[in-house]
């Protein structure tokens, strides 16, 4: 059984900082391509941050603006978002994703595995 467990959410100041952790059982991550997606509350899913196999490449929605950082390890098979400057437009469910295909990285129709998410809020 495959599962993608999301943690490290929670309630921070503007300006703040986070970090993600997205803890992968039941495959090897280092077949896959990995993503970062969030969801706002009456808003469609949207692409955060995407990794190739062994981390070379990077890709990042335009809002993110150097703000996150995605990394991963795949020894410990373990996917991770850093998030800086926070804002109160940040504030959503936060996704982690996997994918053995070779689509848009930024779809979300081209991931084959989800995790539950975790609650970011930013808010003073």
């Known amino acids: 059984q495959v599962q993608l467990v999301e943690s490290g959410g929670g309630l921070v100041q503007p300006g703040g900082s986070l970090r993600l952790s997205c803890a992968v059982s039941?495959?090897?991550?280092?077949?896959?391509?990995m993503g970062w997606f969030r969801q706002a509350p009456g808003k469609e899913r949207e692409f955060v941050a995407g990794?190739?196999?062994?981390?070379?490449?990077?890709y990042y929605g335009d809002f993110v603006k150097g703000r996150f950082t995605i990394s991963r390890d795949n020894a410990k098979n373990l996917v991770s978002l850093q998030m800086n400057s926070l804002e109160p437009v940040d504030t959503a469910v936060y996704y982690c994703?996997?994918?053995?295909?070779?689509?848009?990285?930024?779809?979300?129709?081209?991931?084959?595995?989800w995790g539950q998410g975790t609650q970011v809020t930013v808010s003073s």
């Open positions: 990794i190739e196999w062994i981390g070379r490449y990077t």
């Open positions: 994703a996997a994918t053995n295909g070779f689509g848009y990285l930024r779809a979300v129709s081209a991931y084959n595995y």
């Open positions: 039941g495959i090897t991550i280092k077949d896959y391509r």
